[in-house]
């Protein structure tokens, strides 16, 4: 290992931009003759629109154009696609409403964008804005997700009932079958609490039209500018790949809600052209609440089925999940195949059976948010996993190891479909306990109960499936895109080196990381690599970042296109020494005569394939840049095991997480500082599932009133532990790197662990997410009142 | 935001002729509730004052029997005042904890007492302490100058100067804070002077307010054993998505003998 | 959000009526009270500018009775817009009953409030809508003696308010001001949408807030 090749704790190259304020982010891009705009949202979370009259508006100074729905079906603008079609249970497609830019006949939830004004400056579209007259007439607002399907009021006519889908997976009669010789069954009902995104850095959008070329180009807040070209494009305005230009560039943080393609950056694609001026609009934090995509929201029951020792029998879930007012890009497929699939978790659990049905309310549109239905399906299992121990008396940990697949095993094909290609779970089990120091808890205990502190233990045997995704099985179940990966490796003359992924790094540090992979195999020095991403133009394709797929997929690409310049880079240097090409070995960025001391660095090859007067013209190109696509084998299989310890003050419910063991198998490590920063920050963001964030709607109104930081709490560092990190490494099997992708875990796995800590803590069965001070408070005083009983 | 005139005057009496003079003036002296509401456009003033960084309101001066802080301190330096520290550790440990960092370095102790938010820190210590407010036009005490939600005495183009806190003999201040804004779900001061004992809620109810069967048992007995039998009631206490009146009510009692462990500690 | 308030006003119940029914009164209890006009029979119009904190905001609001049954009870539905900052909706039933030479009010209300107001306004909704209905009806008790002399044995006037009901944990979202008042007389209703409106300004304006 090199002090900056594969292993490295290399600090972040973007590291320095972003600290001292130098990155260029969406809304620092300002372009000549720049105009602003500004929404107009509905207040109503359900109302008929009757007419708006925008005609002060219009004349107010400096307003260049007011435009609402109307505007668009003039010109033919297509609504915002949905980028899954997913097959319902009956064979027929799920319910696909039209999803309208700009709100046509109804709003649909408090938010939802009724009018675009365009102006000189921002103030001006905001004074226009307040101007415009909208009548509304208000409709019932379905808020509830389970009780969605009884609702009184549609959201769309097209699903009276407000069901989306009906969907399920796995073996139900062998399940049912399980159940009837089951000596025990476990049973939870939950909730999944909803989640707003928070991303730091709010959406933004600048679309800008070249009338001399044709050439449109968006600059946006985007994890996959590919993505928004070809949904955008396509279904939106229609116009082809080769005329629009999309760019993301530096990104403040993603978390999966800046996957999806939203109206406001094609909005101001077309009005751009419509006005003649670059258009603008930055989302204000406010606007960020009402209008990202959310996370979560399932109301789920589980059952286990065991036998008396705490065998695994069977398992059977379901789930009613809130898709929001529309699909949103990935909707379908966040609580369908990103979730039940998962249910076998870390173990051998013969039948499952999940039933899912996706309901519409009148909320914000719901998408995927970091982990994106696998930490919804580590939460049923390691609840009602725990919930079984407890049921029979068993040790938490114990009754995870007799269950869990055994490293022999693989691969395992579970009862959901999915093919684990590796994994070593009770290793990372010993190695989490150890961490931790369980055999020790009860003195632990002991000690807190004398400070008049209930001090508890969680454990969460996570798994994922990431690195996302073979494109056949993605088409199979309804993807309407591929999910492979473009790299190219671009050998400057004098040697140094351009990477270009089609992944997009927004927090994540590919820069670094692939960086290092291609100094390492290439044996070029750190420094002389750069890493491009984020742009339509520089990129031949990309699907971006998501999934924990961006090193297992782009990285994959990457590693394959090095292969291909050490194959041409072996014919150059085999001209360049007179030597046979079979007789030319690679390393430390040198070609050897195999048996002799000549070489040539990787440098003067490319020097000699850009300057070629010693060349072998006849039978190579010059150059030495090599392009890859590639489409994974298999999902990758991200695993390991959390465990966490809390304190409750029983006086006043708080929660002080006091300690946290993390033991993740990802494959291979890149980089381990950068590794260990994503599982600290999705152990935050778990953590703040479990005990802070907790989006709330008036259930009979329809209103956001979590909606700013007053009442939203996300979590802050003084809410967290020091981690306890640590690894095992199972290699991949299936791709070339031998990586499997961090991204999600830390958010996959907290929430399980917290909760099941805090439940141990209070010696109860179960509480509602976020463990609130009162909730935890009730809790408390409950089980104060059974004990003095 | 709208537009507005700003200000900046180089003096007090500028000041509040300005402010006078001005059809709808707002003075902005830190800014941490003001200029979120400008942006938010919830109001429309037509003049801003920036007392801000007048010099002559901005000091802290102690003498042993007294401490007084200038209007537009701002709550670190009170935090951070080896004065303040020694005198009334209560009151450099309540301002240490408003808000975060950025709002400690930017709010003040007049701005807050002025725009008296029902889940304030300072307006407990102020009630406790048994302080008095300094204005341009009088001088005003504590128990008379809390009046509702967001109301106090003040009138119109009444500006405060400073606020003298008494050297209490012990006191002690504990605050749940609302985990999302950290805000006071319930704060409660407690203190005991020369002149009595005094507790002070905040965060509970519409403004802070003196909770007066908890002083009564705790005139003879300044401890948290004094007060254990102490019910607060939830009738009319504040309630939310975070907290219930039951919950606060409770939170009360908690809080209240936790600050009396402090000031005794 | 629910709320339920009871007023004791040291006057008969026709009286009482009849202030409910008087523009000058009502314009004189409404805080911050601009203008207030009869639309029609049943419907209220008005403009109020209120001031809370660093909040100032100006609401139109209508209001329109139902239900009449005077001098007993009747139902409100009120609407209060105040543009950028959202807009309030509530509806109350209010009842008059005589309890000793005095009139005992009684409402009980749901309403809640939308866009900017309730996004970022909720922990102030209950209190503000508290302060408001106590300040309406402070000022209307005034007016209602200051106007006509109080009946012979008038007691002090005992007031007594109850909190909005709510029990129980805070997860679920009940944010919205109420609604309060009054009604109408025979013919010509008037005041009572003051409350409605006046809610949700304040709403509007608290919100925020460090010092």
Excluded at chain 1, 240 to 256: I, Q, S, Y
Aim: aromatic share 8%; charged share 20%; net charge neutral.
């Amino acid at each position: 290992m090199t002090e900056t090749g594969i292993g490295a704790r290399v600090k972040r190259k973007e590291d320095f931009r972003f600290l001292t304020g130098q990155g260029t982010y969406t809304d620092d891009i300002n372009r000549h003759g720049q105009a602003h705009a500004c929404f107009l949202r509905s207040p109503h979370a359900h109302a008929k629109l009757g007419a708006i009259n925008a005609a002060k508006a219009k004349a107010m100074p400096g307003v260049l154009a007011v435009f609402t729905h109307a505007d668009l079906a003039a010109d033919k603008v297509g609504g915002v696609p949905c980028g899954f079609g997913l097959t319902q249970k009956n064979g027929k497609p799920q319910i696909e409403p039209p999803h309208p830019a700009l709100a046509a006949g109804k709003v649909r939830y408090a938010g939802d964008a009724v009018a675009m004004v365009v102006a000189e400056t921002l103030a001006q579209a905001r004074d226009a804005a307040e101007a415009i007259e909208v009548g509304y007439s208000e409709l019932p607002a379905v808020v509830d997700t389970a009780g969605a399907p009884r609702a009184k009021s549609a959201v769309h006519d097209e699903a009276p009932n407000n069901v989306c889908f009906e969907w399920e997976i796995g073996d139900k009669a062998k399940t049912d079958e399980a159940f009837a010789k089951a000596a025990n069954v476990s049973k939870l009902e939950f909730v999944n609490n909803r989640l707003i995104p928070n991303a730091m850095e709010p959406r933004a959008a600048v679309g800008e039209y070249d009338r001399a070329t044709g050439n449109y180009t968006l600059y946006t807040t985007s994890q996959n500018p590919h993505v928004i070209r070809l949904l955008m494009g396509a279904f939106v305005l229609a116009i082809p790949e080769h005329r629009l230009r999309v760019v993301a560039p530096d990104v403040g943080g993603g978390f999966g809600s800046k996957i999806f393609h939203y109206a406001e950056e094609a909005l101001v694609t077309w009005a751009c052209r419509k006005v003649g001026r670059p258009v603008k609009w930055t989302a204000e934090r406010s606007e960020s609440f009402l209008t990202d995509a959310h996370g979560r929201d399932h109301v789920t029951k589980v059952e286990l089925a065991t036998d008396r020792e705490g065998n695994f029998l069977g398992l059977r879930v379901h789930s009613i999940a809130n898709l929001g007012a529309y699909l949103s890009t990935f909707a379908p497929m966040v609580p369908t195949w990103l979730y039940a699939p998962l249910f076998a978790g870390q173990y051998r659990t013969p039948a499952i059976h999940a039933e899912v049905i996706g309901v519409f309310t009148n909320t914000s549109p719901v998408d995927a948010y970091r982990g994106a239905g696998r930490p919804e399906a580590t939460y049923v299992v390691e609840r009602i996993v725990e919930t079984a121990a407890r049921d029979l008396k068993l040790d938490p940990a114990e009754i995870r190891r007799k269950n869990f697949i055994a490293p022999a095993q693989f691969p395992y094909t579970t009862p959901v479909v999915l093919q684990y290609d590796s994994g070593q779970y009770a290793l990372a089990m010993d190695k989490a306990c150890q961490l931790i120091d369980y055999k020790n808890f009860a003195k632990r205990k002991a000690e807190a109960e004398k400070r008049g502190r209930l001090r508890g233990i969680g454990f969460s045997a996570y798994i994922e499936a990431c690195g996302v995704a073979p494109s056949a099985v993605a088409g199979a179940i309804g993807a309407r895109a591929g999910l492979y990966e473009a790299g190219v490796i671009r050998f400057h003359p004098t040697g140094s080196v351009t990477v270009i992924t089609g992944t997009h790094s927004h927090g994540q540090g590919h820069e670094t990381t692939f960086a290092q992979l291609v100094s390492d195999r290439l044996g070029v020095p750190y420094d002389s690599i750069d890493v491009v991403h984020g742009d339509t133009d520089r990129i031949p394709f990309g699907m971006g970042t998501y999934g924990s797929r961006s090193i297992a997929v782009g990285g994959s690409a990457l590693s394959k296109a090095m292969d291909k310049i050490v194959d041409k880079g072996k014919r150059i240097a085999a001209h360049l020494m007179e030597a046979a090409v079979q007789d030319i070995e690679f390393k430390n960025g040198a070609f050897r005569v195999a048996g002799t001391d000549k070489q040539k660095t990787i440098q003067e090859v490319a020097f000699a394939a850009y300057v070629p007067h010693n060349y072998p013209l006849n039978e190579l190109e010059p150059g030495l840049e090599e392009t890859a696509y590639y489409d994974p084998a298999n999902f990758t299989y991200p695993a390991g095991t959390h465990i966490a310890e809390v304190e409750v003050d029983p006086q006043t419910g708080q929660v002080e997480v006091v300690d946290w063991a993390a033991v993740d198998d990802f494959g291979n490590v890149i980089n381990p500082m950068i590794v260990e920063g994503q599982v600290h920050g999705g152990i935050a963001q778990g953590i703040g599932q479990a005990l802070l964030e907790g989006c709330v709607y008036d259930d009979r109104s329809g209103q956001l009133v979590t909606g700013s930081y007053m009442d939203y709490c996300m979590p802050r560092a003084d809410n967290l532990p020091s981690y306890r990190v640590d690894m095992t490494h199972t290699p991949c099997p299936h791709n070339p790197l031998g990586v499997k992708g961090c991204g999600e875990a830390g958010a996959i796995a907290a929430p399980a662990a917290l909760m099941n800590a805090i439940t141990n803590a209070l010696g109860i069965k179960d509480l509602a997410m976020p463990a609130t001070p009162e909730r935890v408070w009730r809790a408390a005083q409950a089980r104060g009142a059974r004990a003095a009983e | 935001m709208y537009n507005f005139a700003y200000h900046r005057p180089g003096s007090l009496a500028e000041a509040e002729r300005k402010l006078k003079a001005a059809a709808d003036g707002r003075l902005l002296a830190g800014g941490q509730t003001l200029l979120p509401t400008l942006k938010q456009r919830l109001a429309k003033p037509s003049d801003l004052i920036d007392i801000g960084r007048l010099a002559e309101l901005s000091f802290i001066k102690a003498d042993g029997r007294s401490v007084q802080i200038g209007a537009t301190t701002r709550h670190a330096t009170v935090a951070a005042s080896a004065e303040v520290r020694k005198a009334i550790p209560a009151l450099a440990k309540l301002a240490g904890g408003i808000g975060d960092p950025q709002v400690r370095n930017m709010g003040t102790i007049g701005g807050s007492l002025a725009n008296s938010d029902p889940a304030a820190d300072y307006p407990a210590a102020v009630l406790a302490l048994g302080a008095t407010i300094h204005t341009t036009e009088r001088a005003i005490a504590a128990d008379d100058f809390f009046k509702g939600l967001f109301e106090t005495a003040l009138k119109p183009g009444e500006i405060i100067k400073s606020v003298s806190f008494p050297v209490p003999e012990k006191a002690g201040y504990m605050k749940f804070a609302q985990p999302a804004s950290r805000f006071c779900m319930v704060g409660v001061f407690v203190c005991k002077a020369g002149s009595g004992v005094r507790v002070a809620v905040t965060g509970a109810g519409p403004c802070a307010f003196r909770q007066s069967a908890m002083e009564k048992a705790l005139a003879s007995n300044f401890s948290a054993a004094a007060i254990e039998s102490v019910k607060v009631s939830p009738a009319g206490l504040n309630a939310d998505i975070h907290c219930s009146a039951e919950y606060r009510a409770h939170l009360v009692g908690v809080m209240a003998r936790r600050a009396l462990t402090e000031a005794n500690g | 959000m629910d709320l339920t308030g009871e007023y004791r006003i040291p006057a008969d119940k026709e009286r009482v009526w009849q202030a409910l029914n008087d523009p000058d009164v009502l314009k004189a209890c409404i805080p911050g009270c601009q203008s207030l006009e009869r639309v029609s029979d049943n419907e209220l119009k008005a403009t109020v500018g209120l001031r809370i904190g660093p909040v100032s905001a100006s609401f139109t609001g209508q209001v329109t009775l139902a239900d009449l049954n005077p001098p007993d009870s009747y139902t409100l539905r009120g609407e209060g817009k105040g543009g950028a900052a959202g807009f309030g909706r509530g509806e109350a039933k209010v009842e008059l009953s005589s309890e000793n030479d005095e009139t005992v009010l009684r409402y009980v209300a749901n309403a809640h409030v939308g866009g900017k107001l309730a996004q970022i306004g909720s922990r102030l909704v209950d209190g503000a809508a508290r302060k408001l209905a106590d300040e309406f009806f402070a000022k209307f008790r005034d007016e209602v003696t200051k106007r006509a002399p109080p009946p012979a044995a008038a007691a002090a006037p005992a007031e007594e308010r109850r909190p909005a009901a709510q029990p129980g944990p805070p997860p679920s979202a009940d944010a919205a001001p109420p609604v309060a008042p009054l009604a109408p007389a025979r013919g010509v209703p008037t005041w009572a949408w003051v409350i409605g409106l006046i809610l949700v300004a304040l709403i509007l304006l608290l919100v925020f807030s460090r010092g």
